[in-house]
């Protein structure tokens, strides 16, 4: 159970000292609430460690959209961010609610910590050493990363899942971004995969002015050459890109994946699981294109479960929709080190239900089998 000391209010003002010190910062403040809390879901992590930790799991429980992002840019855990001063990170929070910064400060900043100070309290008393698992009740403990194995034709091949933000990847050569007909990158500032990416791909400075958006030129430059600039592509079209800033984390290449066609007359989208196999088959196979381009040669690829955010899919239908085309890709003998990075664990074991899955790697370890 969370110690009693950790109510609601003490978290709340140590979330306000943590927005005005910033993640690189917090080494010698007086944080006890949040220590409190951090210390009984990740003991052995350091002080400053779990902490960050803490206010990941805590954002992550946020609905996906605008609070979300705008707790990750007030907190300084979005991708880039984490060296902003605090009147950067206000800033760029206020843009993703379009109003100014002193509004953002006197109204939506305190509803942004409030939601994440009660998901700190509710996170300390469900996750403490009390439970048995150590988990948040979602999925298995521990589980950000974990392998599962698959039948692939006739042979066994191991899927590395991520339970994470895709901006967070490291060391995948390529991602497989979901993108609209026409190519055109959402906001930064928004929520979805896309956005991520790019924001994780632009340059910024010291103050967290835009230096250089390598992703969207990149992409512009691809259907100018391609004579689509301003039109529709077919769903199924791939446009490659390079990689901007996660180059230095071991991102070499993303792959725009056209499976969303805008809806005339509104903001939504429509995504045919057609699409979403024929997509992730052109993927694949771009990949082999471009395999001996680069050294190393480009081997792994993730992907995420294209169509599931605005194109409404449910998860089990886009992750049977990309499996499909993966597994016959892997069943004809193809090495590719496959990655999938999701969000939540209701999404990751929407991946682990593919029709082929046999057992979790972890599984497989304990009865002695071999994968």
Same mark, same amino acid.
């Given at each position: 159970?969370?110690?009693?000391? @950790?109510?609601? &209010?003490?978290?709340?003002?140590?979330?306000?000292?943590?927005?005005?010190?910033?993640?690189?910062?917090?080494?010698?403040?007086?944080?006890?609430a949040?220590?409190? /809390? *951090? *210390?009984?879901?990740?003991?052995?992590?350091?002080?400053?460690?779990?902490?960050?930790?803490?206010?990941?799991?805590?954002?992550?429980?946020?609905?996906?959209?605008?609070?979300?992002?705008?707790?990750?840019?007030?907190?300084?855990?979005?991708?880039?961010?984490?060296?902003?001063?605090?009147?950067?990170?206000?800033?760029?929070?206020?843009?993703?609610?379009?109003?100014?910064?002193?509004?953002?400060?006197?109204?939506?900043?305190?509803?942004?910590?409030?939601?994440?100070?009660?998901?700190?309290?509710?996170? %300390?008393?469900s996750?403490?050493?009390?439970?048995?698992?150590?988990?948040?009740?979602?999925?298995?403990?521990?589980?950000?990363?974990?392998?599962? =194995?698959v $039948?692939?034709?006739?042979?066994?091949?191991?899927?590395?899942?991520?339970?994470?933000?895709?901006?967070?990847? !490291?060391?995948?050569?390529?991602?497989?971004?979901?993108a609209?007909?026409?190519?055109?990158?959402?906001?930064?500032?928004?929520?979805?995969?896309?956005?991520?990416?790019?924001?994780?791909?632009?340059? !910024?400075g010291?103050?967290?002015?835009?230096?250089? =958006?390598?992703?969207h030129?990149e992409?512009?430059?691809?259907?100018?050459?391609? &004579?689509?600039?301003?039109?529709?592509?077919?769903?199924?079209?791939?446009?490659?890109?390079?990689?901007?800033? $996660? /180059? &230095?984390?071991?991102?070499?290449?993303?792959?725009?994946?056209?499976?969303?066609?805008?809806?005339?007359?509104?903001?939504?989208?429509?995504?045919?699981?057609? =699409?979403?196999?024929?997509?992730?088959?052109?993927? $694949?196979?771009? @990949?082999?294109?471009?395999? =001996?381009?680069?050294?190393?040669p480009?081997?792994?690829?993730?992907?995420?479960?294209?169509?599931s955010?605005?194109?409404?899919?449910?998860?089990?239908?886009?992750? %049977? *929709?990309?499996?499909?085309?993966?597994?016959?890709?892997? #069943?004809?003998?193809?090495?590719?080190?496959?990655?999938?990075?999701?969000?939540?664990?209701?999404? &990751? !074991?929407?991946?682990?239900?593919?029709?082929?899955?046999?057992?979790? *790697?972890?599984?497989?370890? %304990?009865?002695?089998?071999? #994968?």
């Amino acid at each position: 159970m969370a110690p009693p000391s @950790l109510d609601l &209010a003490s978290v709340l003002i140590e979330l306000q000292a943590v927005r005005r010190a910033g993640l690189l910062r917090l080494r010698g403040r007086e944080l006890p609430a949040l220590e409190s /809390a *951090a *210390a009984s879901l990740a003991p052995a992590r350091t002080r400053e460690g779990a902490v960050e930790a803490l206010l990941r799991r805590a954002v992550e429980r946020l609905d996906a959209g605008t609070l979300r992002t705008a707790a990750e840019y007030t907190l300084g855990l979005s991708q880039g961010t984490r060296d902003w001063p605090a009147s950067s990170r206000r800033a760029r929070a206020a843009e993703v609610y379009r109003v100014s910064e002193e509004r953002f400060r006197k109204h939506h900043e305190v509803m942004v910590l409030e939601q994440v100070a009660e998901h700190i309290v509710e996170l %300390a008393d469900s996750d403490g050493p009390d439970r048995p698992d150590g988990s948040d009740g979602t999925g298995p403990p521990g589980d950000s990363h974990r392998s599962v =194995d698959v $039948l692939a034709g006739d042979r066994t091949v191991r899927l590395t899942l991520h339970v994470h933000p895709v901006d967070l990847l !490291r060391d995948v050569d390529v991602v497989v971004a979901p993108a609209n007909t026409y190519f055109a990158l959402p906001e930064p500032f928004k929520s979805s995969v896309s956005a991520s990416l790019r924001r994780a791909a632009s340059v !910024r400075g010291v103050t967290g002015d835009l230096l250089d =958006d390598p992703v969207h030129d990149e992409l512009r430059t691809w259907t100018e050459r391609h &004579a689509t600039a301003g039109r529709p592509v077919l769903p199924g079209t791939v446009a490659p890109t390079g990689s901007g800033a $996660l /180059a &230095a984390y071991g991102v070499r290449r993303i792959y725009h994946a056209a499976v969303a066609v805008p809806r005339a007359g509104t903001n939504d989208y429509d995504v045919l699981p057609a =699409d979403i196999t024929r997509v992730t088959s052109r993927a $694949l196979a771009l @990949l082999a294109e471009e395999h =001996d381009r680069y050294a190393p040669p480009l081997r792994s690829v993730c992907f995420t479960l294209l169509g599931s955010g605005r194109g409404g899919l449910p998860y089990r239908v886009s992750a %049977a *929709a990309v499996w499909s085309a993966v597994e016959a890709e892997l #069943a004809r003998g193809a090495r590719w080190d496959v990655h999938f990075a999701v969000r939540t664990q209701a999404a &990751a !074991r929407a991946v682990e239900d593919v029709p082929a899955r046999t057992r979790p *790697a972890r599984d497989r370890s %304990a009865t002695g089998r071999s #994968a």
